[in-house]
């Protein structure tokens, strides 16, 4: 079993800081949810598991958002 912590984005999408703060933490032993608020299209989230990379987690990222 393992333990996911779930972080809010202070912005729009998730800035390069924060995806390596998450890569850092699920390093550590631990599942990261990220998650961010998209005006006019809802919540989105990315999960970062150990051994991703900061590129693994960049394409994660929606190129586009419905609305």
């Known amino acids: 079993m393992k ?3 779930t972080f809010i984005c ?13 890569v850092d933490l699920a390093n550590e032993g631990c599942i990261v949810q990220l998650k961010w608020l ?18 693994d987690c960049k394409r994660q990222i929606p190129k586009t958002y419905g609305i």
């Open 10 to 22: 202070d912005d729009y999408r998730p800035t390069d800081t924060e995806i390596k703060e998450c």
């Open 38 to 55: 998209m005006p006019y299209s809802g919540w989105h989230e990315m999960l970062v598991e150990a051994d991703m990379t900061i590129e």
């Open 3 to 5: 333990r996911v912590l």
